[in-house]
């Protein structure tokens, strides 16, 4: 028999068409690896929900990050897998979007993964899935808002219901037991920038500075700006350190005395002349500082270095300066005094100054501070973190950004779930009924998705040490049986269910609605992946560069001796000597 020539060129060895060790999976098996992964990741945070959750110590080779917060570990541990990394992203965007609930999210999306994996196994097409978990998810957010108890931020009450949001937030951290002092900090800061109609502002206008030593409770608010005392010259210490009212100029030039050898170039005739040019450039430093003066200002900040000469000047004319300070310490000076920042000295005005009640140079621990409060518009806020080690300040840090755009979060949503589980259980007893009414498949997975939410309230009593299967039993009669039953939670404080509502463990709407649809996305992400292609990094070096020289072998020296060169001969060439590996011609240039 001859064989046609169409059949034979079928009967030939499948041809590759990726590179060598390329490695892809395709189907139902790399599905549910995909699945697999991302329960992996969920599991890491799995210990860090609650009030009751584990901290984590993650090392990266240089520091140490103790943390509970979701958006934190997920971003140090550097997750390899591709299809877990959005997880990562996930919790990233409820970090940014809502600041917390950043665990619960990856916990959510594992579980709906984890519930939904039997039916890929049993063959389901993943488009069905995802089709009924985006509806699951919609119908969830909205039965969230139906549930969600609106209330006015301008009344008392509504003042206690900020407070209680921010304890909630603060209740998994580290420094739980000390809500009675950093909630009322919390809510006074974004008060002030809701007054002012500048939320949306809140990551430059309130600042938290962090100074180790003494002890938690030692950490203050200060309704204005402070920072932390700059280099100083000699003089600094007789310099008045209390002004009431005082006039603030902010400059961004700097005030010392600078030869003029780099970008001048003077030829003189004779040594008298040289006199000349020195007491030029000491006119001009005088002028700046006479300028300074005599616009009336009592305290002078800059951007750029102040130089001694100029410190020893101001103090004699009773004024106080400080120089090289941080921008953004700048901008909230600017905003909270109404002062504008002058990048000159010449033509300075009474109306660019601004002014605040009270100016000090305070001690904390072991630095100074200045301090400006009761400024004219008070919406800048700094938070002053004490505490013992560097991992507790910054994780209290973390922990109060969490707080802050929780609160955030209320005063703009206006209304609030209970937490503590309640909400899932609840939201899960509507979908259960609602599966019911639904034909064919998605009946089950809709009933799946209801099953997943259940995750928050168990893992609460896993993490607190309880025996969950019995809470959650409790739980499931209080929904579904008994009227009235709607908040019930679980309860941390003796290990059975609750009215969560009344015990003031309460969170913003949004907050939960973003934590439902950003999971049920990730989950979806995730289920719509069929193959993953990894290309392996090729062997020999040069081949990625596109032939060429390979790069990187030349010693690292001679490139910056090269890149030296490149740069004195574009500055006018005319110092384009090499000076040696890495030396520059700037040498000294404060003026030496």
């Known amino acids: ?11 030939q060895p499948g041809i590759i068409i990726l590179r060598e060790g390329t490695d892809t999976s395709q189907g139902k098996a790399q599905l549910v690896s995909n699945i697999n992964a991302c329960q992996a990741v969920a599991d890491v945070v799995r210990t860090t929900l609650g009030p009751r959750g584990m901290d984590k110590l993650i090392f990266d080779g240089r520091k140490v990050t103790i943390s509970n917060d979701g958006a934190t570990i997920m971003k140090l541990l550097e997750i390899a897998h591709p299809a877990a990394k959005t997880l ?29 994996k039997p039916f890929v196994e049993e063959g ?33 009450e ?87 009212n005082p006039k603030i100029l902010l400059l961004n030039v700097e005030l010392e005395l600078k030869a003029e050898k780099e970008n001048a170039e003077v030829r003189i005739e004779n040594p008298e002349e040289y006199q000349s040019i020195v007491d030029a450039e000491w006119k001009v430093i005088y ?68 002014t605040c009640g009270k100016f000090e140079e305070k001690q904390v621990g072991d630095e100074r501070f200045n301090v400006f409060e009761e400024c004219r518009d008070r919406t800048t806020a700094t938070m002053v973190l004490r505490g013992g080690s560097e991992q507790f300040i ?13 609160v955030r979060r209320c005063m703009k949503s206006r209304a609030v779930v209970a937490g503590g589980g309640a909400i899932e259980m609840e939201v899960a007893k509507y979908l259960h009924e609602h599966a019911l009414t639904i034909e064919g498949k998605g009946q089950l997975i809709v009933a799946a998705f209801a099953k997943a939410l259940e995750v928050v ?23 579904v049986v008994e009227s009235g039953g709607t908040w019930y939670g679980v309860s941390i404080a003796d290990g059975g269910v609750c009215d969560t509502f009344e015990s003031g463990v309460w969170e913003p709407c949004d907050n939960k609605c973003n934590s439902l649809g950003a999971a049920a996305e990730a ?70």
């Open 287 to 354: 002028d700046k500082l006479d300028a300074c003066v005599d616009c009336g200002a009592n305290i002078v900040l800059s951007k750029l270095p102040i130089g001694d000469l100029a410190t020893q000047y101001f103090l004699d004319r009773g004024l106080f300066c400080a120089g090289r300070v941080e921008d953004g310490d700048m901008k909230r000076v600017a905003r909270a005094t109404g002062a504008t920042t002058q990048t000159t000295t010449s033509g300075l005005y009474p109306e660019i100054l601004g």
């Open 1 to 11: 028999h001859h064989i046609p020539a169409f059949v034979s060129k079928m009967m």
């Open 158 to 244: 509504g003042e206690r219901m900020l407070l209680k949001c921010a304890s909630t937030a603060l209740n998994s951290k580290l420094i739980a037991s000390h809500q009675d002092l950093f909630s009322p900090m919390i809510v006074q800061a974004v008060k002030g920038l809701d007054s002012a109609g500048r939320l949306d502002e809140i990551k430059t206008l309130v600042a938290i500075k962090k100074i180790p030593g003494g002890d938690v409770r030692q950490s203050f608010l200060v309704q204005g700006v402070a920072f932390k005392k700059t280099f100083s010259y000699a003089g600094f210490e007789q310099m008045t350190k209390k002004f009431t």
């Open 457 to 479: 309230p168990r893992q609460l009593c896993d993490n607190a040490g309880f025996d969950s299967t019995d809470v959650l039993a409790a739980l499931r009669r209080k929904h």
């Open 88 to 116: 990562v992203d996930i919790s990233m965007s409820q970090d940014a979007e809502v600041g917390d609930g950043t665990t619960s999210v990856v916990l959510l999306a594992g579980e709906i993964l984890k519930q939904v």
């Open 394 to 406: 910054a994780e209290s840090e973390r922990s109060i950004h969490d707080a802050l755009m929780v």
């Open 124 to 156: 389901v097409h993943p488009q069905i899935i995802i089709r009924t978990i985006r509806s699951a998810s919609r119908l969830a957010v909205q039965r969230v808002k139906q549930l969600s108890v609106p209330y006015d931020i301008s009344t008392e």
């Open 523 to 592: 989950a979806c992400l995730i289920l719509s992946i069929d193959e993953t292609v990894v290309n392996p990094k090729s062997q020999d070096p040069g081949a990625a560069g596109g032939g060429g020289p390979p790069m990187g072998q030349k010693p690292l020296s001679n490139m910056m001796g090269n890149a030296m060169d490149h740069v004195n001969a574009s500055k006018g060439g005319s110092r384009s000597g090499n000076l040696g590996n890495g030396v520059s011609y700037m040498q000294g240039r404060g003026g030496g």
